[in-house]
């Protein structure tokens, strides 16, 4: 099985800055796509930013020039750094993972538990 455990959650003042680091742990061959969701409640989960094996990367366009997504492949793990947070980043932030168990198996798609971010104005 395959867990991931996300951590950096919390509250925070506007323009203040939080890093969520997520790890997955099992029996993995490889990641191909590691990212954080966000949902509110009353909407829908959205993309926040995502990055491949190959280190292409994509952000929402809202926190564009103000989150950073990096992943550290050996250890399984995926970090969003949040600066300039504003009170409608407030969410729970998901991570995502697209796996594999095998080389020429299918991929599998993993949700963390989510973490709260609260930004107060």
């Known amino acids: 099985q395959v867990q991931l455990v996300e951590s950096g959650g919390g509250s925070v003042q506007a323009g203040g800055s939080l890093r969520l680091s997520c790890v997955a742990s099992?029996?993995?061959?490889?990641?191909?796509?590691m990212g954080w969701y966000r949902q509110d409640p009353g909407k829908q989960r959205e993309l926040v930013a995502r990055?491949?094996?190959?280190?292409?990367?994509n952000y929402v366009e809202s926190v564009k020039d103000r989150f950073i997504i990096s992943r550290d492949t050996a250890k399984n793990t995926v970090y969003l750094q949040m600066n300039s947070l504003k009170p409608e980043d407030t969410a729970v932030y998901y991570c995502?993972?697209?796996?594999?168990?095998?080389?020429?198996?299918?991929?599998?798609?993993?949700w963390g538990q989510g973490t709260q971010v609260t930004v107060s104005s």
């Open positions: 995502n993972c697209i796996l594999r168990f095998k080389s020429d198996g299918p991929d599998y798609q993993y």
């Open positions: 990055i491949n094996s190959g280190g292409s990367i």
């Open positions: 099992g029996t993995i061959f490889s990641i191909n796509i």
